[in-house]
């Protein structure tokens, strides 16, 4: 079949050729023995021309059948046939033998003997030519017919793609078909497994990522699921803005905030570590709970500026070592999650014990060091153990859409994975604040009731007023850590798998991050101050003597 006209350039004729022929006119015979008259394919094979325009009759190759192979079929595949007798449960091995050199290299220093019995050299291939099937050749033939049924639609076919060919659409309405790596195409850039769409193949930040649902970014590397969103998703779109004025303001509030928070701690959690360091204030469970977690409360302050110093380091591309870049990506991250949900559970079992002494005031095995001990250690085992994905799945991209040498520090993980993970925060976050409100509440009542039993003139309400400010060392350090941590409990529950559009929603997430972290500055305050004993402990150190005394010389 003809048609004139084909290459509006050099005005060649198009032929889609019989199944028994090929060639620019259909002039070469598919089958060569029907050229030359004779087959000179051996044992069987079958002989195929190939168009060479410089030599047609020694053009061919051969299509060899599968017990031999060669140029032209002279040679004999070796086989080996495996029987296996049922009834005497042996294998029987027969067939031509097959030679192999092998060359091995034996340490002649060990003492182990190596006997090589027999050895089989197996060797699997694809075959040096494939025919195309017939049925796709029919295929393959009918794409002229997909561009000639356009040309009556508004939007006419351009070009279209198999799993082998690219074609397009000529003037003629002809398809012009050629053979397409799909590689050329592929585009891994995108995380969460988003759709990623690849531009010019030469400009590597020339691609388009189409995100799952609650993911956003240039790569799909901010998740906004419900506890899922990050210090790198809440502060990159101000740090990348386009207003230079506005990156400087962002950049100098967010690293004055935490540098604030840590050095106030510092100063917080060393008069804490002070007093929690003499013996007497260790002698119930309390005293060691307050002890390990101001030192988490410290570790969690640091941290936090580091990581957003680290945020900003590698948004600016500074980083020089990637080695040092990824371990400080993934330490942090891991450092960070761990220090703070540590001292939330800590707070828990303070809470605990101090309802277990109201309930139980003559006993004291939940009050016992040894006890305490037992239970942070298995605090810390449960913590680390429940993140140790973040160890290994935190990493750092290249993002060269912003600059040349941009990167994240975010999570990859599969859908089962960001599951558990999801899983995992909801325990540590929610539990803790579930569990410190139900039995701070409780511990109120239950010592309001108490006292109400033995003083029957007072209303209750007036008697809780009294209790409270006598043993607001029981309620104050679980009250400070419950109300610091539902703005972010509830405005994570609110804009879960939003978009964050406006900038008040994103500025709210921000602010209710850092509030999050309020108490592990106020350690003194919290653990210290509302109680005598912790206070009075505190003026019998030498810190408080050497303060006590510069004041003294100062007046």
Known sequence: MCRPQYDHYGQKPLCICSMNSYGPR???????????????????????TKYQHYNLIDAYICQCPKSYFGPICQYRSGVIEISYDDENQSVTLSGEQISATVIQLFDISDREELSIKKQILYKDSLPSHLIITSEIRNVVAKYHTLCDNTTSNSSP??????????CLCDINNTAQCFLYNKKFDQCKQCLAEGQCIKGDIDTPSDYLCLCPRCHFGSKCQHNTELFS???????????????????????????????????????SNFFSLVTFRQPRTRLNGAGHYFFTGTIFSQLSLFCLLSKILHIIINIRGLFIQPIINTVLC????????????ICYWLIVFVTIERIYVTIYPTKRWLQKPKIAKTIITLITIFTCASHVHELVKYNIVDDPKYTANGKWCVTQLSRPLQIYNQTNTMIHYLTPFLV?????????????????????????????????KKKKEMFIP?????????????ISFSLACNDLDTKWQRYMLIISYFAAYVPQCLSFHLYVQP??????????????KMLAQSRTTIN
Request: with cysteine; charged share 15%; net charge positive.
């Open 436 to 468: 410190n409100l139900i039995f701070t509440i409780a511990l109120m009542i239950l010592i309001t009731r108490t006292r109400a039993n033995i003083d029957r003139n007072k209303s209750r309400w007036k008697i809780f007023q009294e209790q409270f």
């Open 531 to 544: 109680s005598k004993f912790f206070l009075r402990e505190f003026h019998a150190t030498k810190i408080w």
């Open 26 to 48: 259909c002039f070469i015979d598919r089958l060569c023995q029907m050229k030359i008259g004779r087959n000179p394919c051996q044992n069987g094979g079958i002989c195929l």
């Open 157 to 166: 076919l351009l070009c279209f793609v198999d799993d082998d060919y690219f």
């Open 330 to 341: 993934k330490i942090l991250s891991f450092l960070l999650s761990l220090s703070s949900r």
């Open 229 to 267: 969103f990050s210090l790198v998703s809440l502060l990159s779109p101000d740090l990348l803005s386009s207003s230079l004025v506005k990156q400087k303001v962002s950049l100098s509030m967010y690293i004055s905030v935490p540098a604030v928070l840590l050095i106030y701690g510092t100063i």
């Open 478 to 490: 679980s009250m400070i850590h419950i109300i610091s941590a539902l703005p972010h409990l509830i």
